[in-house]
T-cell receptor, first 119, second 112 residues
Framework: GAVVSQHPSRVICKSGTSVKIECRSLDFQATTMFWYRQFPKQSLMLMATSNEGSKATYEQGVEKDKFLINHASLTLSTLTVTSAHPEDSSFYIC???????????????FGPGTRLTVL | DAKTTQPNSMESNEEEPVHLPCNHSTISGTDYIHWYRQLPSQGPEYVIHGLTSNVNNRMASLAIAEDRKSSTLILHRATLRDAAVYYCIFHWGNSGNTPLVFGKGTRLSVIA
């Protein structure tokens, strides 16, 4: 199956700094990628939908100025957590489907996740 | 909001079959039923999906009720590596641009 990678897999940073997480589709093109966040013992929560060449669509309650998403190419989307604070510590997961149609009802491929710890 | 109902947890003995139920009474005619699983500290992994007919693949089988308001994921012989959280999701099948929305899932424990 198709592969989605994330970098870094783990990051520890000080409060107030910004952290960038990269999500790449390695063997397919993705016009749309999705960003999720997962706190311990909880389910995945959708944060935003990232569209290549246009602005991301954020879910209610997710601050667009804090979580900056850039989808500059068909294989790369980035999530930047600006001025990170301890409450932003979480497991961030990206996902993508193949373009253009992705196949009706088809598989959504997930990255391995990035664990962010803010001290 | 999650639209599926799954038991919070289930337990199985190794090498025995496991039936993971899911209720999705509000599913519409164009929604596909997807199952994903998430092993600890990993991203979700696709298991199987279907629309109306039962489906089989190398990982599992999916049995879909005739009225499509429920489905069952069947692991034919559970192994320790199958211990994970299993998510049942229904999703509109006509667009690749809409995300999967996860509910709480079922945490499956496999006992050796």
């Amino acid at each position: 199956g198709a592969v989605v990678s994330q970098h870094p897999s783990r990051v520890i940073c000080k409060s107030g700094t910004s952290v960038k997480i990269e999500c790449r589709s390695l063997d397919f093109q993705a016009t749309t990628m999705f960003w999720y966040r997962q706190f311990p013992k909880q389910s995945l929560m959708l944060m935003a939908t990232s569209n290549e060449g246009s602005k991301a669509t954020y879910e209610q309650g997710v601050e667009k100025d804090k979580f900056l998403i850039n989808h500059a190419s068909l294989t790369l989307s980035t999530l930047t957590v600006t001025s990170a604070h301890p409450e932003d510590s979480s497991f961030y997961i990206c996902s993508a489907r193949e373009s253009p149609s992705g196949g009706a009802g088809g598989e959504q491929f997930f990255g391995p996740g990035t664990r962010l710890t803010v001290l | 909001d999650a639209k599926t109902t799954q038991p919070n947890s289930m337990e199985s003995n190794e090498e025995e079959p496991v039936h993971l139920p899911c209720n999705h009474s509000t599913i519409s005619g164009t929604d596909y039923i997807h199952w994903y699983r998430q092993l600890p500290s990993q991203g979700p992994e696709y298991v199987i999906h279907g629309l109306t007919s039962n489906v089989n693949n190398r990982m599992a089988s999916l049995a879909i009720a005739e009225d499509r308001k429920s489905s069952t994921l069947i692991l034919h012989r559970a192994t320790l590596r199958d211990a994970a959280v299993y998510y049942c999701i229904f999703h509109w099948g006509n667009s690749g641009n809409t995300p999967l929305v996860f509910g709480k899932g079922t945490r499956l424990s496999v006992i050796a």
